[in-house]
Structures are given as C-alpha cells and as structure tokens.
C-alpha cells in the first residue's frame, strides 16, 4: 500500500511541476471551446450555454477544448441525434495527439428508428487501443439531455452515465499494462458519417432524407487540471494550495468506487453490455489482454 501511495503522489507532483492549474468552473462553450471543423454546421447558441452539431450529406462537424488536461472529472450533457440516426456517430472524447496518443472515448453508434443506440467504450494507452466495451443504454438519449462523465485520476478511468459507472480501467502499470497518464488531453467531439461499419457492421446505410442531423450539448464542466502553458503556467506550490483548500477539487484525484457504485456498475454490466473485449477470446488466440485476466 505504502509504495502504491507514494507512487500515485508522484504523479500528483509530476503534473504539478508541468505548470498545472487545477480548475473547477462551471462551462462556457465560447469560452472553453473552439469549433474546428464543419463550415458552419457547428453552433454556439444561448450565449455559450449550448452547442450543437450538425451532419448532412456534405459534411459533419466538429469542436474541441481550448484547455489541455491531465487528470479530471469531466462532465457533458448530450442530446443524441432523434430519429433515424442509422449510419452516424456522435463521437465525445479526450484525446492527445501523436502516433503514441493517449484517448478516452465515448462513442453513440446511431440506429433506426426505434432501435436502441449503441454506447462504444475504449481506452487508449501509448497509441494502443483494443479495449472496446459496447452497452446499450437504459432509457432513450435522443429525448433528453444525459450527462456523460469521465473521471480520469492516477488511478483509473470510470465511464459514467447519469452518475451511474459503467466500466471502470484501472492503473495496473506494475503489472505491465500502460496507463493514461503523462499526456495531457483535449476534449474533442464530432457528428460525421461512419455507415461503413457503425450500424450493423455497415448493413444500414445513412438515410440522407433525414439530414441535417443533429445533436446538442450543454452543462460542460471540468473539475480538472488544466495544463498551461508558457506564462500562464502557475507555480507548483500555488497549485498545490489551491487543490488542498478545495474539498471538491481534491476528492477526484483519489476518488474510487465504493461498494455501492461497483453494485450499480455491475448491473448495467449484466443488463446492458453487449461486447466485452475481455470475453472475446477468438479476437485473442494467444490469451486475453492481461488486464482481462487481474
């Protein structure tokens, strides 16, 4: 226990010394991001409150997070594109670029009307993925806003849906598995066509009679280090004074689940989860990722 705790200190003190603020401000899209890519079809509405994506045969789009962020509690409301969404993808992930990026993914696999959508799961370590967990979700995600949730700690990765984890990757680096930890990531999201594989493998092609297709996001917040640069990194011992005199701030940084979030998040596993890379030994021949078997 002792050498775990010291080693998750120094992760700790490692971001510090990278000129890290450690930031818990409710979001503002104007503020905290910038549409990247859609000639247009991305909107900042209600004076930063909401944005939303759009896709037609043309084109999708796009945004990202100015700040960069290494470590956090990342919180989004989405409202998935209603109807027949067959063919698309609403992709919201963090991300670090490079051939050895680090990535932490949500994607919504759109479907026909009627048909439940698919939420893909995956984590990203030293450019290696493969650790795909697919669920379909309780209720409808195309009625309402549902906040989706990532909290990313030296520790473990938890995916969470409404407050309720669904998957949880732990840090098992002395076991020889890599972990997210040294890159800093940007929040990215994107609406685009992907009927080649997302909706039963590509069978059901996107139906261009439907577009523009849309979804809508609002309620960002990032309860996160945010990682500065040049001048407007801030001290080691000034960041460390505001995360210590924060209750809120620090809970994350060490937050795991107790006995009553592993119950719920075995649940949603035994009703909701319909891939599971762990139990796919045919994609594994020579044995399970060695995560799967810890």
């Not at 503002?28 to 994506?53: C, P, S, Y």
């Not at 195309?142 to 990757?169: C, K």
Request: proline content about 3%; glycine content about 8%; aromatic content about 12%.
């Amino acid at each position: 226990m002792g050498s775990h705790y010291l080693s998750t200190v120094s992760l700790i003190v490692t971001a510090l010394s990278l000129g890290i603020l450690v930031a818990a401000v409710a979001g503002n899209f104007n503020r905290d991001f910038d549409v990247t890519w859609g000639d247009g079809r991305a909107k900042i509405l209600n004076n930063g409150g909401l944005l939303t994506l759009s896709l037609d045969k043309a084109s999708g789009s796009g945004f990202q997070s100015k700040n960069e962020y290494l470590f956090g509690q990342i919180d989004m409301q989405i409202k998935l594109v209603a109807g027949n969404s067959a063919g698309t993808v609403t992709a919201y992930y963090l991300s670090s670029q490079g051939a050895t990026h680090d990535e932490i993914d949500f994607e919504f696999l759109g479907n026909l009307s009627g048909d439940p959508y698919i939420l893909h799961t995956n984590v990203f370590s030293q450019g290696k993925g493969n650790r795909e967990q697919q669920f379909y979700l309780w209720f409808d995600p195309t009625a309402d806003f549902h906040t989706y949730s990532i909290l990313w700690n030296p520790q473990r990765i938890i995916f969470s849906v409404d407050g309720t984890p669904i998957r949880e990757f732990k840090n098992l680096e002395s076991r020889g598995v890599s972990f997210p930890k040294n890159q800093p990531m940007r929040i990215y999201s994107s609406l685009w066509n992907a009927d080649d594989w997302a909706t039963r493998g590509g069978l059901v092609k996107t139906d261009w009679s439907h577009a523009p297709f849309t979804a809508s996001y609002r309620n960002f917040n990032a309860n996160a280090c945010v990682v500065s640069s040049g001048s407007n990194s801030c001290s080691t011992a000034r960041t460390a004074t505001s995360a210590n005199n924060n209750n809120n701030n620090k809970a994350w940084l060490s937050q795991e689940l107790d006995s009553t979030s592993l119950e719920r998040m075995r649940w949603v596993q035994k009703k909701y989860m319909i891939y599971n890379y762990c139990a796919d030994a045919k994609r594994f021949p020579q044995g399970l990722p060695t995560e799967c078997t810890i």
